[in-house]
Nanobody, 125 residues
Framework: QVQLVESGGGSVQAGGSQRLSCAVS????????MAWFRQAPGKEREFAAC????????VYADSVKGRFTISRDIVKNTVYLQMNSLKPEDTAVYYC??????????????????WGQGTQVTVSS
């Protein structure tokens, strides 16, 4: 069973930075795609960024483009989300996910089979 464990959430002031980590317990494959989604209270889960495990190609949601960076460490089997210039509207529970989607980019929750438990990010103004 694949397990994803997120860490790095917390509270930060607007304009600040945070880095989220997601460690994958099982072996990763070249077809795997890793992603970060987020869900604010009362809203649907939304796509933030994704990365191909093989090759490192990335895609970002318009709302985070230029501020967030997704990356992966193949040796550590870990994916990261570096978040800069944070805004109050970035406040949400952030989830990492892994899957083998049939299309690229893969920006829908149903593209991903395994999910982490989520980590809260709160940005105050």
């Amino acid at each position: 069973q694949v397990q994803l464990v997120e860490s790095g959430g917390g509270s930060v002031q607007a304009g600040g930075s945070q880095r989220l980590s997601c460690a994958v317990s099982a072996r990763t494959y070249s077809r795997d795609v890793m992603a970060w989604f987020r869900q604010a209270p009362g809203k649907e889960r939304e796509f933030a960024a994704c990365i191909k495990w093989s090759g490192g190609n990335t895609v970002y949601a318009d709302s985070v483009k230029g501020r967030f960076t997704i990356s992966r460490d193949i040796v550590k089997n870990t994916v990261y989300l570096q978040m800069n210039s944070l805004k109050p509207e970035d406040t949400a529970v952030y989830y990492c996910a892994v899957g083998q989607p049939v299309q690229w980019p893969a920006t829908m929750p149903h593209d991903y089979a395994y999910w982490g438990q989520g980590t809260q990010v709160t940005v105050s103004s």
